[in-house]
């Protein structure tokens, strides 16, 4: 019997990522064109066969729902053109800070999106660098959970920092900034915030010492940027040396751009996960096109990934 074909196609808010992942994978991305209506309302098609094919689908589902529907719908098309395999790539899953219920009468939206994902046709999913590692679980289908380490380690290493410290800009990411640490060798030192709802921070304290350091803020995510500009100007008014910051996934909503210019981060090292709405002279992105294209080779060659899981 012959091997599955794979096929990769893209939705529309991750072409260009979409595009270097199919270079590196040593493909072209598949026919798909998508019809809108004149009330905003959108059909994507499938302008080749993938019968009998492993289809790739990439799109990160980064608000608004828009871009969560069109995977949704592809997904499904896909499993109605009698596709053998198909696998969600979404570098960036969205909804994914709504886990848990963490007060009454509210939904675990993370828990719903995977459920519709694999309702829609969803055989698989690779993601990278979740907002909460338990979120795999939410799935009946594999997940392989990738990490931008494997991208942003040498990135650190090349910049040849002394005195390095990591820092995580809350409690909650400790765990990826001890992580880091342990990879690099280094010191770590934490933020400790208190919210007064979200997005707006009443109090934020320092634990560790900075004085002297180089130190490289550690998150998964960057949304308004305000945890992670009063992060680096307490660390800067702390003594530290300089303050740079690592978050995988750039959503940069509202002030995020301009919180960025006016703090004292020296640089700011995304993915391009998400797509950047602006230049900034303080952004660096680091692509995880070549880390997607290596792991989806491997799943199409039923060959390990476990070498892809630096942390």
């Known amino acids: 019997m012959p091997a599955t074909e794979a096929k990769i196609f893209n939705c529309t808010q991750s072409r260009e990522l979409a595009e270097k992942i199919a270079e590196f994978y040593g493909s072209k991305l598949g026919n798909v064109i998508t019809s809108t209506y004149s009330d905003g309302e959108f ?20 608000p608004g729902s828009d871009h969560l529907m069109e995977m949704l719908l592809m997904l499904d098309a896909a499993k109605r053109a009698s596709a053998r395999h198909i696998t969600a790539v979404m570098p960036y899953f969205g909804w994914a800070r709504q886990d848990r219920k963490d007060k009454p009468r509210v939904p675990i ?35 392989d959970h990738l990490y931008a380490s494997t991208v942003f380690l040498p990135y650190l290493r090349k910049l040849g920092l002394d005195n390095l410290t990591i820092a995580s800009p809350d409690m909650g990411g400790s765990k ?32 560790g010492d900075v004085t002297g350091k180089n130190v490289v803020l550690v998150d998964d995510m960057v949304d308004t940027a305000g945890t992670l500009t ?22 940069l909503s509202g002030e995020a751009y301009d919180r960025i210019e006016k703090s004292k981060l020296q640089e700011l090292i995304v993915t391009d996960s998400i797509p950047l709405r602006q230049e900034s002279r303080k952004i660096k992105v680091v692509s995880c096109a070549e880390l997607f294209a290596d792991v989806m080779k ?10 892809k899981f630096i942390m």
């Open 43 to 62: 059909q994507p098609s499938f302008e080749e066969s993938v019968r009998g094919s492993r289809v790739f689908i990439i799109g990160s589902t980064h």
């Open 109 to 143: 939206a993370a828990k719903m999106i995977a459920s519709i994902l694999e309702t829609a046709g969803a055989t698989r999913i690779i993601t990278m660098d979740l907002h909460a590692d338990q979120i795999q679980g939410f799935f009946e289908k594999p997940v």
């Open 176 to 207: 990826r900034a001890y992580a880091y640490s342990k990879a690099l060798e280094s010191d770590v030192v934490i933020c400790y915030k208190q919210r007064a709802k979200a997005n707006v921070i009443s109090h934020m304290e320092l634990i």
């Open 230 to 251: 009063k992060a680096a100007d307490l660390m800067m008014e702390r003594g530290a040396k300089s303050v740079r910051a690592i978050c995988t996934h750039p959503v």
């Open 298 to 307: 491997r799943v199409q060659d039923n060959e390990s990934i476990s070498s």
